[in-house]
């Protein structure tokens, strides 16, 4: 038989042509069903910024801290006032979360400033959103219970670094929080990159010594007992990051501010602060922490997590990647019983741990900080690590320094 012939035939095999035209059809189908998923279903998320502007409450100096209850409670109604009114409209499914980022003075009055995130099909694009937040927005107009607030002048479409930047310039936000998303769950014992933004190594002739706590973009809040072998500052730097090995960024230290009553025999007093010679900026993985009003109860029970690169048994290693632990707040009556410290811990003092041990901070933890998240999420400095009987032992918490108890000391010496 001649070849040609056979190439034809086999060309033309029913089978080969059935198996090719289902081949076809299958690669159409999977093509269009993977346009149509991502033009119609798959969803993107959209920040917004706005200013709303608040008529019938005036400004006081209580609105000047995110700290205090004034500033919380007034976020929070704002934050759900926006939730209920786009939860009632038509973009009820497109609405993922509204946060209150800085309230501000006009006038008498409070502005505001306000960043929204929404989920879209990416077909849709941003700016015909907008015009359907704001048309949301201007119908709940006379809905807003018993805040009067004027329109948002404009509404500002954000990028994803935008709207993380505008966290970075206020306290105590994590990165799930920058992007309005779920809760990250802390879990485990080790921490990823930004997880602690606040969190300092400050470092004698370049060796991990002691941990520290960003409250400003110049300012470190520590351990007065960190300077015990050395406060020359010359000798110190400050790194940043949760890798020491590897740190994000490096400053000099400054100045060295010990406070004047610090007791090395009793514990008592035991805070510094301490000045980098030149500012830090801030950015998702590095910023500072919330510092809460001088009146903040820190409720017995009320979860905390401390921070740092201290050493994980008694007697062992400070470690290179940074660790944080869970603890529960005691209080001073239950520390101050015979089986625990027996009347050693003072007022300016706050314990924190769990009944049975296990968890606690450690050698080399110290001037580190002991944070709680409040109810809108941000994060607060609630004690600085001072001391403890070794470490983790049952009845024997760690012992912090409250800073409530110095909240003006820390202003006298830094203005923060
Ligand atoms: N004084 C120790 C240091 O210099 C920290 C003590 C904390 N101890 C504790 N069990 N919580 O690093």
């Known amino acids: 038989r001649p070849a040609r012939a056979t190439v034809t035939s086999r060309f033309l095999n029913p089978y080969v042509v059935f198996f090719a035209v289902v081949a076809v059809v299958i690669i159409l189908a999977v093509t269009v069903a993977l346009l149509i998923h991502f033009l119609a279903f798959d969803k993107k998320s959209y920040f917004y910024h706005s200013s709303f502007q608040i008529l019938n409450v005036n400004y006081t100096d209580q609105l000047n801290s995110p700290g205090t209850q004034q500033y919380r409670t007034l976020s929070g109604r704002i934050e759900s006032v926006i939730t209920t009114t786009f939860k009632e409209s038509n973009l009820r499914n497109q609405f993922i979360r509204a946060h209150v980022i800085k309230l501000r003075q006009s006038g008498s009055g409070v502005i505001a400033d306000t960043v929204m995130k929404f989920k879209f099909p990416r077909n849709n694009n941003g700016e015909s959103m907008k015009s359907r937040i704001e048309s949301v927005l201007r119908q709940m107009l006379n809905n807003f219970g018993n805040l009067e607030i004027n329109l948002p002048t404009e509404i500002i479409t954000l990028t994803d670094q935008d709207a993380v930047n505008l966290f970075t310039q206020e306290c105590g936000a994590r990165p ?42 110049i300012w470190v809040l520590t351990a007065a007992h960190c300077f ?32 004047n009553n610090y007791n090395p025999g009793t514990h008592e007093n035991d805070i510094a602060v301490v000045r980098l010679d030149r500012p830090i900026t801030f950015n998702k993985n590095i910023h500072m922490v919330c510092l809460p009003e001088a009146t903040q109860n820190i409720l017995p029970g009320s979860t905390a997590y401390v921070t740092g690169w201290g050493s994980e048994t008694y007697g062992g290693n400070t470690v290179s990647d940074l660790e944080q632990g869970r603890v529960y707040i005691i209080s001073n009556d239950v520390c101050n019983a015979p089986i625990s410290y027996d009347g050693a811990v003072f ?5 924190a741990g769990l009944p049975q041990g296990g968890v606690d901070a450690c050698r080399g933890d110290s001037g580190g900080p002991l944070v709680q998240e409040d109810s809108r999420r941000l994060w607060f400095l609630v004690g600085i690590v001072s001391w403890g009987d070794q470490c983790g032992l049952a009845d024997k918490p760690g012992v912090y320094t409250r800073v409530t108890a110095y909240r003006h000391w820390i202003t006298q010496q830094t203005g923060v």
């Open 176 to 217: 799930d929080l920058m992007t309005l998303s779920e809760e990250r769950v802390i879990g485990g014992t080790k921490a990823e990159e930004g997880d602690w933004p606040w969190q300092v190594s400050l470092r004698l002739n370049n060796v991990h010594h002691c941990g520290g706590i960003l409250i400003s973009n």
């Open 347 to 351: 007022p300016g003092m706050l314990c």
């Open 228 to 259: 015990r072998s050395n406060s020359d500052p010359n000798r110190w730097t400050a790194t940043f990051g949760i890798s020491t090995i590897f740190p994000q960024e490096r400053r000099r230290v400054n100045t060295i501010l010990i406070h």
